[in-house]
């Protein structure tokens, strides 16, 4: 079995910066590639980043490309989502999710899920 446990999420004011952290524990391989999503009120979850095993390869959401950066220490199996230049519709609770083989922005693909972060932005 992987747990994934989410962390860093918060308040924080239009244009600030806020860095989310995944730690993946249990049976988890670094060569798992993750992704990190995200779900606002009444929408449906929607694929924020992809990274690969190695750190190599990454893939952003338009929304929050140029603003957001993805990656990955595989010796302290974490991931991590660097969140700069936030606006008030990246408010949004966080989920980051593993899964073998490539990444996707396909969340159905994800095996392992973790419990999800808030993070709110406000105006």
């Known amino acids: 079995q992987v747990q994934l446990v989410e962390s860093g999420g918060g308040l924080v004011q239009a244009g600030g910066s806020v860095r989310l952290s995944c730690a993946v524990s249990?049976?988890?391989?670094?060569?798992?590639?993750m992704g990190w999503f995200r779900q606002a009120p009444g929408k449906e979850r929607e694929f924020v980043v992809g990274?690969?095993?190695?750190?190599?390869?990454?893939d952003y959401a338009d929304s929050v490309k140029g603003r957001f950066t993805i990656s990955r220490d595989n010796a302290k199996k974490t991931v991590y989502l660097q969140m700069n230049n936030l606006k008030p519709e990246d408010t949004a609770v966080y989920y980051c999710?593993?899964?073998?083989?490539?990444?996707?922005?396909?969340?159905?693909?994800?095996?392992?899920w973790g419990q999800g972060t808030q993070v709110t932005v406000s105006s």
């Open positions: 999710a593993a899964r073998q083989d490539y990444y996707s922005r396909n969340s159905y693909l994800y095996n392992y």
């Open positions: 990274i690969n095993w190695s750190g190599s390869d990454t």
């Open positions: 249990g049976r988890a391989r670094s060569t798992y590639a």
